[in-house]
């Protein structure tokens, strides 16, 4: 595991708000000349703490779409099945994120399509295609609340050397 010293958490509490920021105005943030600051993102990089950079999409802005949010339990238990589901699951880009979890329920699937009626086909093709799903129950999204805007502070308070 890489040891993190404060900088380090610094650079990562501003990267996952800001991620178009300049490393020259990075530097300035952190109180760093900007060749150290960019080793510092090197490193962090190479170590696969920073995985990449990408940009928050306002899809309400692109035209209509549904998020949906979906619990699945699967038939059984074995590895089979788990590997059937999560090989399907990477087939389709409708299905944004998927966790596989701990307690009733095997995985919980976050899914974005145009409307009701394409969400409706790519379960029916999950289905056929024998993802060994038993049953998954359907949450629609009816406002959002409140979304992901990087890592929480506290998250990262203890990790500093």
Known sequence: MLKLDDRDIRI???LSREGRISKTELARRINLSPTPCW????RLEEAGVIEGYQAQISLKSLGPHVAVFVVVELENHRAEAFQAFEK????YEEITACWALGGG????M???ARD?????RL???LLEKKAAMARYFT???TKEVKAPTGLPPGLLSGLAE
């Open 88 to 91: 399907a699951v990477a087939d």
């Open 110 to 112: 976050q899914v974005v």
């Open 39 to 42: 080793e510092r993102l090197k």
């Open 105 to 108: 329920y095997d995985y919980l």
């Open 116 to 120: 009701i009626d394409s969400y409706q």
């Open 123 to 125: 379960m029916d093709a």
């Open 12 to 14: 990562l509490s501003i």
């Open 139 to 141: 949450y629609i999204v």
